[in-house]
């Protein structure tokens, strides 16, 4: 027989925001719950063990979202969801995460965010992603060494990297994505890959410990936060080269992605972030196979550091 286990509006305090000030102070939140599943030894055996037990559901989501934040309701549902489909037979899930009392003007009751997922459809996104194939392509101007992968999230490039034999920090601001890069990297036996869980937003003046000339390779994709070039290019050696991809104004004009049009580059903006590197590849435009079948709009940067000069006596 197959059934549906409601759980409705399930309460707990967490801290999930944008900002670090959002994120200081933990929020109401409010979970709903639908869960189809096979029930049937249930109704024959009366037993507990033969079902799905509610309390122990309620107890695994309150445990994720008490003691892990998230800049976005859409990372916590995911990790809500990843737990559901690991620890329960379910076989389809429909979820509703909202905050109750969101610190946005005129919304008087509640924002979320509703996600339904089969357990297949759940199972392919659990596939590791593959690199940007702008990264693919520039991996032979990239010099062998240390590098720095900055907002990581997954992991995807830092894993690449380190199984071409580079040595790989990767740090990123979710510290529960880290420990995941951590456990898939334990996993493919790549101990060269180490993780830092670090704050890239926080109010200047603000270092964030890049160093100083200390990385053959930075890569940046998909993350935009300008006070950080000047960190990024210091950091880089004489000769080390800096691999940046990220969506263009272009791209929020044509598809509203990203949600803000501040975390667009403008026109040939990267480049003048960089110029005081020497540009060995850039290219902004429509690039295909970024994010799924359509076009992204996008600026592709491949720069190097300029050597020191050498003083002859």
Request: charge should be negative; aromatic fraction near 8%.
């Given at each position: 027989?197959?059934?549906?286990?409601?759980?409705?509006r399930?309460?707990f305090?967490?801290?999930?925001g944008?900002?670090a000030e959002?994120?200081?102070?933990p929020?109401?939140?409010?979970?709903?719950l639908?869960?189809a599943?096979?029930?049937?030894?249930?109704?024959h055996?009366?037993?507990?063990?033969?079902t799905?037990?509610y309390?122990?559901?309620?107890?695994?989501l309150?445990e994720?979202?008490?003691?892990?934040?998230?800049?976005?309701l859409?990372?916590?549902?995911?990790?809500?969801?990843?737990?559901?489909?690991?620890?329960?037979?379910?076989a389809?899930?429909?979820?509703?995460?909202?905050k109750?009392h969101?610190?946005?003007?005129?919304?008087?009751?509640s924002?979320?965010?509703?996600i339904e997922?089969t357990r297949?459809?759940?199972?392919?996104?659990?596939?590791?992603p593959?690199?940007?194939p702008?990264?693919?392509?520039?991996l032979?101007?990239?010099?062998?060494?240390?590098?720095?992968?900055?907002?990581?999230r997954?992991?995807?490039?830092?894993?690449?990297l380190?199984?071409?034999?580079?040595?790989v920090d990767?740090v990123?601001?979710?510290?529960?994505a880290?420990?995941?890069?951590?456990?898939?990297a334990?996993?493919r036996?790549?101990p060269?890959?180490?993780?830092k869980?670090?704050?890239?937003?926080?109010?200047?003046?603000f270092?964030?410990?890049?160093?100083?000339?200390?990385?053959?390779?930075?890569?940046v994709?998909?993350?935009?936060?300008?006070p950080?070039?000047?960190?990024?290019?210091e950091?880089?050696?004489?000769?080390?080269v800096?691999?940046?991809?990220t969506?263009?104004?272009?791209?929020?004009?044509h598809?509203?992605?990203?949600r803000?049009?501040?975390f667009c580059?403008?026109?040939?903006e990267?480049?003048?972030?960089?110029?005081?590197?020497?540009?060995?590849?850039?290219?902004?435009?429509?690039?295909?196979?970024?994010?799924?079948p359509?076009?992204?709009y996008?600026?592709?940067?491949?720069?190097?550091?300029p050597l020191?000069?050498v003083?002859?006596a």
């Amino acid at each position: 027989m197959s059934a549906h286990i409601i759980i409705e509006r399930l309460e707990f305090r967490g801290r999930c925001g944008v900002t670090a000030e959002e994120r200081a102070k933990p929020q109401p939140l409010a979970v709903d719950l639908e869960l189809a599943a096979s029930l049937d030894p249930a109704g024959h055996s009366d037993n507990l063990a033969d079902t799905i037990d509610y309390a122990k559901i309620a107890q695994r989501l309150v445990e994720i979202g008490t003691t892990q934040e998230a800049c976005l309701l859409e990372t916590m549902a995911e990790r809500f969801l990843a737990m559901l489909f690991a620890d329960f037979p379910i076989a389809h899930a429909n979820l509703w995460l909202r905050k109750l009392h969101a610190p946005i003007s005129h919304v008087t009751r509640s924002v979320g965010i509703r996600i339904e997922r089969t357990r297949l459809a759940q199972q392919l996104s659990q596939v590791e992603p593959k690199p940007a194939p702008f990264l693919v392509e520039q991996l032979h101007r990239l010099p062998k060494g240390l590098v720095l992968d900055v907002a990581t999230r997954g992991g995807r490039h830092a894993l690449h990297l380190a199984a071409h034999g580079y040595q790989v920090d990767a740090v990123d601001r979710d510290s529960a994505a880290l420990a995941q890069l951590a456990a898939s990297a334990t996993e493919r036996a790549l101990p060269s890959i180490t993780t830092k869980a670090i704050d890239l937003e926080q109010p200047m003046p603000f270092d964030p410990g890049f160093g100083h000339e200390r990385y053959d390779v930075i890569l940046v994709f998909f993350y935009l936060h300008r006070p950080l070039f000047p960190f990024l290019i210091e950091a880089l050696k004489p000769g080390g080269v800096l691999i940046y991809e990220t969506f263009t104004i272009d791209n929020y004009t044509h598809h509203k992605h990203p949600r803000r049009w501040e975390f667009c580059l403008a026109h040939n903006e990267l480049l003048r972030m960089t110029s005081t590197l020497q540009t060995l590849h850039y290219d902004e435009g429509a690039h295909d196979g970024v994010e799924g079948p359509r076009s992204t709009y996008t600026a592709q940067l491949v720069a190097q550091k300029p050597l020191r000069p050498v003083h002859l006596a």
